[in-house]
């Protein structure tokens, strides 16, 4: 090898500067600063008035004492300050701290202890649960919580904090100084994994992450300049999967919304022109299952993002019919949301529609600026073979992984033994180099000695005409150890019984994976619409399984 390079050329401030996400925004307000930032009901923000909103919560936030490594928690749905905190908290060197707004009491008194938040952003449609958490506290160090106004809001207005949101940033400075962070590596945002038997975990995410994965999601969905973005996803998930950030590097439209209804959601495409949105299962089948009259005038071509379960046929056909192109990624909180895609190829369109279901309910592969993803053996951390058969564990390597879990070092170790982030995520890779994860390894049923995988299931459930939702779960069994056991959600006026449900099961399942139990009835779920199986668990009285 030559040795020329081998001179020192040093890392300075003219080559080298940190990745941050908060560059986006300033770049947006600067380039386009008339162009429209955000959409909520009939207010309009430009990208420069957003930017001069969100350099007055920084320069409030300075004044009352808050700074790098300081929280800042907010309960939020999908509003305007939602979108200003993903740069007004950061770029003091704070750290954003989204809260789940569909929690209990008692597990945001405790986040808001286990995050030694200072401040506390809250919309008046959270006030009463946030009082009652703000009881619950076990730390006594003083919190300033302020209270947001909506005009979209008409519910019960109770004020619980010291200042309105409006009234807080009309102190700050318009023309504070925007700083980027000296390290990239700097925590940016806080966000818990649901807890079930025990607390949740908080993940710490950095601006190198945050920035990349940001960009990454423009490069999957070849996203354009001033794109318009839906938000049906809630901003407090994996802080939106980033698209905040993403949509401020694209100078896009944030168009707001309140609540998850399909009148909604309909009525903002057609009258904002929408081009992008992403979302649960539950929400594309929310939108897929409406009244056809809600469906009239739509714009085709509009681009969704799903996550959280592979799409069966009936929601494909679904979203085709409605003239949207659904994109599946896979993810977790650790990863920032969405870390590979299931890139569609050329034919995939030709093909009928069940094997177009099979290819496209693969998890993929990687996304672009996510180093590596692996399917790897648990034990030996060597690659599986692409057979489309062998089983191991999916891991992560790479800009895009969390920091790490706040607080809880033990946790922190296991999750990134032997140089990977363990995803828990069981898979198999197939020749064409696509994932295709079979189940949580925690969710793998053993019968008979036979291991189930309940995504299997699962799959055959979705096919049946009158399924909306599916889950399943082991059921202990004195003969075999564990059966699977159904859980069903039918569409509104469908009348299938447990037998046409095992009939259908048995026409495309080796015996012994055949539910040997079916329950109807509305399935548990968690704000962002994933299916609470350690609930399911609990009521099929496999305890043991209950993940930790």
Known sequence: ????????????????????????????????????AVVHGGLRRSWSGVFTRCRQLASALQQRGIGKGDTVAVMLPNTPPMVEAHFGIPVLGAVLNALNTRLDAETIAFMLDHGEARVL??????????????????????????????????????RIGSIGYDEFLAGGDPDFAWRLPDDEWDAIALNYTSGTTGNPKGVVYHHRGAALNALSNILEWDMPKHAVYLWTLPMFHCNGWCFPWTL?????????????????????????????YCGAPIVHGLLVNAPDELKQGLPRGVKAMVAGAA?????????????FDLTHVYGLTEVYGPATVCAVQ?????????????????????YHLERDVCVLDAATLQPVPSDGETMGEIMFRGNIA?????????????????????????????????????????????SGGENISSIEVEDVLYRHPDVLAAAVVARPDVKWGETPCAFVELKAGAATTAEDIVAHCKKHLAGFKVPRAVVFGELPKTSTGKIQKFELRKQAGSAVAIDV
């Not at 006030?127 to 919190?143: G, H, Y």
């Not at 401020?248 to 992008?276: D, P, Q, S, W």
């Not at 069966?312 to 003239?323: H, K």
């Open 346 to 366: 050329e034919g995939w369109d030709q093909l009928e529609i069940g094997e177009r279901a099979r290819l496209n309910a693969r998890q993929g592969v990687r």
């Open 248 to 276: 401020a590097a694209r100078a896009g439209v944030n168009v707001c919304l309140r609540k998850v209804e399909a009148k909604a959601i309909f009525e903002a495409i057609r009258a904002h022109g929408v081009t992008h």
């Open 1 to 36: 090898m030559s040795p020329i390079f081998d001179q020192d050329l040093p890392r300075n401030a003219a080559n080298h500067a940190p990745l941050s996400p908060l560059s986006f925004i300033a770049r947006s307000a600067e380039v386009y600063p008339n162009r429209l």
């Open 402 to 446: 969390m920091k790490g879990y706040l607080k809880n070092p033990k946790a922190t170790e296991e999750a990134f033994a032997g140089g990977w982030f363990h995803s828990g995520d069981l898979a198999v890779v197939y020749p064409d180099g696509y994932i295709k994860i079979k189940d949580r390894s925690k969710d793998i049923i053993i």
């Open 121 to 158: 952003i809250v919309d008046p449609e959270f006030a009463a649960i946030v009082k009652k958490a703000l009881a619950l506290r076990q730390s006594k160090a003083p919190l300033l919580v302020i209270d947001v106004e909506d005009a979209m809001y008409t519910g019960p207005v109770e």
């Open 311 to 323: 799409p069966p046929a009936s929601m494909i056909e679904g979203m085709e019919a409605l003239g």
